[in-house]
C-alpha cells in the first residue's frame, strides 16, 4: 500500500515561492506516478501536475511556468516547486497515487493579496 505525507505548505505573500514536499513508501518509487492535486474552499479537488518515470511530467494550464514537479529518487521525495504564487493559488495541496488511489493528508497553502 502506498502512503503520502505531504509537508511545506504555509502562507506566503503574492508573488512569493514555495516547496511542497511528498513522502512516498510502500511502493518502486522510481517507476509510479505521483500527482499533485489542490481543492480550495467550495470547490472541487483539481490537478495540478504528475510525474511518472524520470522525466514524463505534465502540467495544469493554470501552473504552467509557475510550478514545477520534481523527484528525488534517493529519497523518495516528489516536490512541487511553486513561483510568481497568487491569491487563486490558495487550496489545500495533495498528493496522489493513482496506481492504488492513494492520498496523503493535504498541506494548506494561503496565498495573501
Known amino acids: 500500500q502506498v502512503q503520502l505525507v505531504e509537508s511545506g505548505g504555509g502562507l506566503v505573500q503574492a508573488g512569493g515561492s514555495l516547496r511542497l514536499s511528498c513522502a512516498v513508501s510502500?511502493?518502486?518509487?522510481?517507476?509510479?506516478?505521483i500527482g499533485w492535486y489542490r481543492q480550495a474552499p467550495g470547490k472541487e479537488r483539481e490537478f495540478v501536475a504528475d510525474i511518472s518515470g524520470a522525466t514524463y511530467m505534465r502540467y495544469a494550464d493554470s501552473v504552467k511556468g509557475r510550478f514545477t514537479i520534481s523527484k528525488d529518487n534517493a529519497k523518495n521525495l516528489v516536490y512541487l516547486q511553486m513561483n510568481s504564487l497568487k491569491p487563486e493559488d490558495t487550496a489545500v495541496y495533495y498528493c496522489h497515487n493513482p496506481g492504488q488511489n492513494s492520498w496523503g493528508q493535504g498541506t494548506q497553502v494561503t496565498v495573501s493579496s
Open positions: 510502500g511502493s518502486p518509487f522510481s517507476i509510479i506516478r
